[in-house]
């Protein structure tokens, strides 16, 4: 009575282990199917990107005429920029400077103006 249990119990173990067996080399097939799959897609992809999507690197090279042409207007640029600048500049000064001027005259405590000049005189190097 006792046998005949074993049996089918040594059977169903035999039959789950066949299963697995089988399972585990169908998956195996599966991944070898997919890693050649993916192979051949990497090779096509990288056929097309060579010929298609990446160009040569001397087409991304600018001509030097064209390089040299936009420094010199950005040169052009930042010289009248800075024209500007230093036109504001003096014209800050000289506001400063009479303000200074007009403080100094109407001021309770006596501060000297040519305390208020050496300020303006300080910052006139640029």
Known sequence: MGEPAL??????QQGYRQTKKNEKAALLAKVGEL?????????????????S???ASKDL???W?????????SAREALVLQL??????DLNREV???LATWVAKFSPVLVGLHFFLSLTSNA???
């Open 53 to 55: 999507e990446r160009p």
């Open 96 to 98: 400063f400077q009479r």
């Open 84 to 89: 500007c600048l230093r036109k504001d500049l």
């Open 35 to 51: 890693e050649k799959t993916l192979v051949r897609i990497r090779r096509r992809h990288s056929s097309t990107a060579k010929h």
């Open 61 to 63: 090279l600018l001509p």
């Open 124 to 126: 006139s190097t640029y």
């Open 7 to 12: 049996t089918i119990k040594a059977q169903y």
């Open 65 to 73: 005429k064209d390089v040299a042409k936009a420094l010199s207007e």
